[in-house]
């Protein structure tokens, strides 16, 4: 993991402003993840017991920082938007997330065409980053 908080993999002015955001956001929480990782096993072998609790403090401090940064990725990506919402705070199976909330999609939409009323009209959904949408912002940066 500290390889990937050496910097970027391509020249920083070959990218967006948005990207060079989420690259330091994903090492950040990486680095969050990994205390949270060494806070836990300090914590476990450690033998006085405020200590112990001291380093859980300092755990759950870290899991709240991972949060945080994982919120502000989820409000600037809709990819990160789609699947959090998917598999996060959920009862199913993590493995039958996608299929529930698929189902659920569908079932709402068989729900409301039944009714007397129009359905309404979904809002565009954001853009997922793809290669062809870089390439656009590519051109839209070099104008």
């Not at 990207?19 to 836990?40: G, P």
């Not at 994982?70 to 809709?78: K, P, Q, V």
């Amino acid at each position: 993991m500290a390889d990937s908080s050496q910097g970027l993999h391509e020249e920083a002015s070959e990218l967006s402003a948005l990207t060079r955001d989420v690259h330091r956001a994903l090492v950040s929480l990486q680095e969050e993840l990994e205390a949270v990782d060494w806070y836990r096993q300090r914590a476990e072998a450690c033998r006085d017991g405020e200590l112990r609790e001291v380093l859980l403090h300092n755990m759950r401090e870290e899991i709240e920082h991972g949060a945080m940064v994982l919120e502000w990725l989820r409000r600037r990506d809709a990819s990160f938007d789609e699947h959090l919402r998917t598999y996060l705070f959920t009862d199913v199976p993590i493995t039958e997330a996608e299929e529930a909330a698929t189902s659920s999609a569908d079932e709402a939409g068989a729900d409301s065409s039944e009714t007397a009323e129009p359905a309404a009209v979904p809002a565009a959904a954001p853009q997922a980053l793809t290669l062809g949408s870089l390439k656009q912002q590519d051109r839209e940066v070099t104008r």
